[in-house]
């Protein structure tokens, strides 16, 4: 098991209390189908032969080896003798259901989720693919994007993932093709300044908390003075500059008892700054897009400089030059190659990065970064085992790995017992050109059927 | 990469003129896509293959070099059948239409970029071809991936005509794809008259018309594809029905609707690269051509193209021995070297890859090329005498 830092754990809390389908304390649902394969990727623990897995409500009820795992009576079996049970693929970062026009200028704040084209022709053809969930970064303009959107696949077109279906606030650092660095290097200082406005829109927000607590205090207080009174009129604040006061309190001013207050001002809602405090809190996730050297620097810069605790790098092409500095700073990286060889300002982007970050036990999830690399997204898992990455680490960066970086691996990327149904069944081991996909489910649902 | 630089250049061959006798072992030999040996055993002599599993003697000689390559797989070396290289302007002429008799070995570079990569890779000959710049645009030839002098296999392995859109030029006859069409028959017919001169275009035309030399057309649309093969249709009264023609197409990635006339009509298909972002239909072609007996190669820029067409094509349904055979015996054939390359049956040249899986895997690994006898590229150590 390669190292997690804990806000991964921390974040798969958070995820859990976000949707929470099934709560723990109420009755283990029926078992409702049984899946019987030869051979099952739990992708948590090692794989084994002749595998049973029994679903019930949407759930995973019970995965393991034939005889070790109760079977019950009356079920329907579903048996393929030859296929490949994985958990279903998580894709960290695509554009699939993004409209074709994006989503104009970006903000911190701006929420992904409901532009989200889930009719889309590239969302129905998820499911063929074998993925069940994927992470749609928002096609914006200007350095803040936005928040992701967590999609689901379905029989007939994607569904957004529990009620808010967020992701991850997503900030692109990645400068255009032969800027010079001096001017890149400015572009990319003072990224911390959006977090210091956030921390005092939070103080001013906490400030208003507290002085709407201090309102209620003093209006029941000067609601008591005016019953005392008896006349059933009170003074107002009556001064000249205190117009809405006035306004509030009514005309008639009475000679003596306590003011009324007036209702606090509160700061204008600020989806962008939220964001930010949320970031902040640990309680959404950052991720950075940095592709060059200098981009990633500044992003790990801003990470160590705001301590935010739950940050991952997007793409990191040139993160073989600052390997080290990655792993010490405990940042998880999301890689998005390519099948072909990519260059960067002219110069060929490393094959090993994914078996590098491995060897450093950094975190990394494999996505497609593009809607249509999408359903080829165990080929770009096995052309990192060209180049170093063991097999079973490629396909965690497909499923489990990207699915705690989201934050929702309480609820898929593995075949564990309490985990929803999300399963792919393939006629070969995941990663040979050869593999089919036979069957995928979601939610105990099947979804796609294939030939 | 740059290991693997290093260890080729360690390995140059011109070093060394006589390879030595190799004995191999390995889990798996794939002699030809249809002879795959378990547990084979595999004889280099002199740059060639001397035996082939039951007909290695149980007794070799104290000179031969024993490498038992474990659970590795060996298969002949991989076969590209179209190229350009990264031979921009030198395989593209763009003046005129008409260049039959051009020759794409002539701008061969040996020591060119991507010759390397290609070795490296397992790729140990290719179909060097002009660019689809103009429409009879000329000789593709056969080429060793080796860096001395003298690699060309053949000069003349096919004649390359174009019909997509990039032959054709708003400056110069033809401008459109029915200039493009005009232009193909008439350059056959008038080679066929009996009262044409000499002269090395229409020889190259007389020769694609007895069959001497394969005639590829490069087309990808349904459309495309579909005036390609009037050409060859007696049907459609074609310039090449009823001569000893053999007609190939170079893409046609959106004739997914044509399978079955690209079955009667055309002797083989060579893919262009795919990738996973084109139409379902274009990335299941090769396997819908194949359960129709269409002898498939592939068109790549460099072995990772190479490997990852295959892998898309399997993905897509093709079968695994087919899928091989597209990277090996089927182009060898095309380019008419199968004489020495395609295969490891005994006397052909002793071209082979070691990988440590599938090729077909994109995971699979080269660890080690053996071109003529001479291990050139991956784990220098692993096929040479101490």
Request: with cysteine.
């Amino acid at each position: 098991m390669s190292r997690l830092p804990c806000w991964l754990i921390s974040a798969a809390a958070v995820g859990a209390a976000a949707a929470p389908a099934q709560p723990p304390s109420s009755p283990a649902p029926a078992p409702d189908l049984v899946l019987a394969v030869g051979t099952v990727h739990p992708v948590s623990g090692p794989s084994f032969a002749d595998g049973v897995i029994v679903l019930g409500g949407g759930r995973i009820l019970a995965v393991g080896p034939r005889g070790s795992v109760p079977l019950p009576d009356g079920v329907p079996v579903v048996a393929l003798p030859n296929g490949h049970a994985y958990p279903g693929l998580v894709d960290a970062c695509t554009d699939v259901g993004v409209p074709a026009g994006g989503f104009g200028e970006g903000s911190a704040g701006l929420e992904v989720a409901p532009g989200v084209d889930l009719d889309a022709h590239s969302c129905r053809a998820m499911p063929a693919g074998g993925i069940t969930t994927w992470h749609v970064l928002p096609a914006a303009s200007g350095r803040w994007r936005g928040i992701g959107a967590l999609v689901r696949a379905g029989a007939d077109g994607g569904e957004l993932f529990g009620e808010s279906a967020r992701g991850a606030v997503f900030l692109r650092l990645v400068g255009p093709a032969g800027q010079h660095p001096i001017v890149r290097q400015k572009e990319l200082t003072d990224l911390g300044r959006p977090f210091e406005e956030a921390e005092s829109y939070a103080k001013a927000v906490r400030r208003h908390g507290e002085a709407v607590a201090k309102y209620e205090k003093d209006f029941q207080a000067w609601l008591e003075a005016v019953r005392k009174g008896g006349n059933g009129k009170a003074r107002t604040g009556g001064g000249e500059g205190d117009a809405a006061a006035a306004q509030e309190g009514g005309q008639a001013a009475a000679p003596a008892g306590p003011k009324r207050p007036t209702y606090p001002k509160a700061p204008p809602p600020d989806p962008a700054k939220t964001a930010l405090v949320q970031v902040a809190s640990g309680e959404l996730p950052l991720w950075i897009e940095a592709q060059r050297r200098d981009e990633i620097e500044a992003a790990l810069a801003l990470v160590a400089e705001r301590r935010i605790v739950n940050a991952c790098l997007v793409g990191a092409q040139r993160a073989d030059t600052v390997l080290d500095e990655i792993a010490r700073s405990g940042v998880a990286v999301v890689l998005t190659p390519s099948l072909v060889p990519v260059e960067l300002d002219g110069e060929p982007v490393a094959d090993t990065l994914a078996a590098e970050l491995q060897r450093r036990g950094v975190p990394f999830a494999i996505a497609s970064g593009d809607g249509r690399r999408a359903r080829a997204l165990p080929l770009l898992a096995a052309a990192c085992v060209a180049h170093g990455l063991p097999e079973e680490a490629a396909v965690r960066a497909i499923t489990l790995t990207p699915a705690q970086l989201l934050g929702i691996a309480a609820e898929t990327g593995s075949l564990e017992a309490g985990k929803r149904a999300d399963v792919v069944v393939t006629s070969a081991p995941l990663l040979r050109s050869d593999a089919r996909v036979l069957r995928v489910l979601r939610d105990g649902r099947t979804i796609y059927q294939g030939r | 990469m740059l290991s693997l630089l290093c260890a080729f250049a360690a390995c140059a061959p011109q070093s060394d003129p006589q390879p030595p006798a190799l004995l191999i072992s390995a889990k798996t030999i794939v002699v030809a896509p249809d002879l795959v040996l378990t547990d084979g055993r595999l004889l280099l002599r002199g740059g060639k293959v001397a035996a082939v599993g039951a007909s290695v003697p149980q007794e070799v000689g104290p000179d031969v070099h024993r490498v038992d390559l474990g659970d590795a797989t060996v298969v002949p070396g991989l076969v590209v059948a179209h190229t350009c290289l990264d031979a921009e302007r030198d395989l593209a002429e763009t003046v005129t239409a008409y260049t039959p008799e051009l020759r794409a070995v002539e701008a061969y570079d040996p020591y060119g970029k991507g010759v390397a990569e290609m070795l490296a890779g397992g790729v140990t000959a290719f179909g060097i071809a002009p660019r689809s710049a103009n429409t009879l645009a000329g000789l593709a030839g056969a080429v060793k991936t080796d860096p001395r002098a003298g690699s060309v296999l053949r000069n003349e392995s096919y004649l390359l005509a174009a019909i997509v859109p990039e032959a054709l030029d708003q400056q110069r006859f033809p401008t459109s794809r029915m200039g493009a069409l005009d232009l193909v028959r008439t350059a056959f017919r008038t080679a066929a008259g009996p009262l044409a001169a000499q002269t090395p275009d229409r020889e190259v035309l007389r020769d694609v018309l007895s069959g001497a030399l394969p005639f590829v057309v490069h087309a990808r649309t349904h459309d495309e594809v579909a005036r390609a093969l009037d050409l060859a249709d007696p049907a459609r009264d074609g310039v090449l029905a009823g001569s000893g023609a053999r007609l190939f197409l170079l893409g046609a990635g959106g004739a997914h609707r044509a399978v079955d006339r690209i079955a009667a009509l055309a002797a083989g298909v060579v893919i262009e690269p795919l990738h996973p972002g084109l139409a379902p239909e274009a990335l299941a072609l090769p396997a819908a051509l194949a359960a129709r007996k269409v002898r498939l190669a592939f068109s790549a820029g460099s072995p990772r193209e190479l490997r990852v067409s295959a892998a898309l094509a399997v993905r897509h349904g093709l079968p695994r021995a087919a899928a091989l055979a597209a990277m090996t015996a089927w182009p060898a054939a095309m380019l008419g070297i199968d004489d020495r390359c395609g295969t490891l049956h005994q006397g052909k040249d002793a071209d082979l890859v070691v990988f440590d899986g599938d090729p077909v895997d994109l995971g699979a690994r080269v660890i080690a090329v053996c071109l003529q006898g001479h291990p050139v590229a991956g784990d220098p150590g692993l096929l040479a005498r101490d």
